[in-house]
C-alpha cells in the first residue's frame, strides 16, 4: 500500500483525499452509483456547505454532506436500531435502582444512544442509534418529527367524548404549556390514535388525564415514517437502509 493511502470502511483504497462522493452515497442508500452521480450532477448535494461537482472526494470522517439541505450521516461505523420498548424498561443508559434499560436490549458495539425517550410505564418503539446528527434532527422540536400513539384510556361504555376529543385536537392546557394541535381519533371505544410532535414529558399521558380519561396502556407505533407492526416487545432489528433515508428525508426543514 503506497503511502497517504488508507483503508475504508468498504475495504477499498482510498488516499488522503478522501472517497468519491458518489459512492458513499450509493453506500448510505442514496441509490445507485449512477443515481448518485445524478443526484451530484443536479447540484443537490452539498459537501461542507458547498454545491458538490461530480469528482468531489469527501473524508467520511470529518466533511459534512448534504442532500436536497439535509444533513446526511457519512461517518464509517453508524448504526441505527429500532426496538420495542416493553414496559417497566428504562430509557437510560443506567439505572441508579438497578431496574433493567433500554442499552442491554441492544448490542453494546458500538455505544447507543436512545433517540428522545419513552417513560418506564409506556412501551413501544424506540430508535437507538451513534448518528448524533440524525439524533438531534429527530429530538428538535424545530424539525417537527411526528410520533403515533395508541392510548388505553379510562372511560365509560360510551367512550371518550366529543367534546374531550376536540380539545385533545385542538391544544390542551398544561402546566409548561397549552399543547400543539394534534390528531386524535377513537379507533374503538376507549381506544385512542394520538399523533404529536412535540417531546414533552409524559405529554400524552398529561394530555388525555386533563381531559378526564387517563391512560391505562399507552403504545408508540409509529416515528416519523418508521412502522413495524411485527417487532415484538423486547426484540429489535437494523434500520434498513431505506427506513434511514426517510428518516433523513423526514427532518428536511
Known amino acids: 500500500m503506497s503511502a497517504g493511502s488508507a483503508f475504508g470502511a468498504s475495504g477499498e483504497i482510498e488516499n488522503d483525499e478522501g472517497e468519491r462522493l458518489q459512492k458513499v452515497l450509493a453506500r448510505v442508500g442514496w441509490g445507485s452509483r449512477r443515481e448518485c452521480e445524478f443526484l451530484i450532477d443536479q447540484g443537490r448535494v452539498k459537501v461542507n456547505g458547498e454545491v458538490a461537482i461530480l469528482?468531489?472526494?469527501v473524508k467520511t470522517q470529518t466533511d459534512k454532506v448534504e442532500v436536497d439541505g439535509v444533513s446526511i450521516g457519512v461517518a464509517p461505523g453508524l448504526v441505527h436500531y429500532l426496538l420495542n420498548k416493553p414496559v417497566d424498561v428504562i430509557t437510560t443508559a443506567k439505572d441508579t435502582h438497578g431496574r433493567q434499560t433500554v442499552i442491554e436490549l441492544v448490542p453494546l458495539e458500538p455505544r447507543v444512544f436512545p433517540v428522545g425517550r419513552l417513560d418506564a410505564d409506556t412501551e413501544g418503539l424506540l430508535i437507538m442509534t451513534n448518528d448524533g446528527e440524525l439524533g438531534h434532527r429527530l429530538t428538535h422540536p424545530s424539525f417537527g418529527i411526528e410520533k403515533e400513539y395508541l392510548?388505553?384510556?379510562?372511560?365509560?361504555?360510551?367512550g371518550v367524548s366529543e367534546s374531550a376529543l376536540k380539545k385533545l385536537r385542538e391544544g390542551v392546557e398544561l402546566d409548561d404549556g397549552l399543547t400543539s394541535p394534534a390528531d386524535v381519533g377513537q379507533l374503538q371505544t376507549g381506544v385512542l390514535r394520538i399523533v404529536i410532535h412535540e417531546g414533552r414529558n409524559r405529554q400524552v399521558r398529561r394530555m388525555c388525564d386533563a381531559v378526564g380519561y387517563p391512560v391505562e396502556r399507552l403504545v408508540r407505533v409509529r416515528i416519523g415514517p418508521i412502522i413495524d407492526r411485527t417487532l415484538?416487545?423486547?426484540?429489535w432489528r437494523h434500520l434498513t437502509t431505506n427506513e434511514v433515508v426517510a428518516l433523513?428525508?423526514?427532518?428536511?426543514?
Open 151 to 158: 392510548a388505553h384510556v379510562q372511560c365509560g361504555q360510551n
Open 55 to 57: 469528482g468531489r472526494r
Open 232 to 235: 415484538a416487545p423486547g426484540n
Open 248 to 253: 433523513n428525508q423526514a427532518t428536511a426543514n
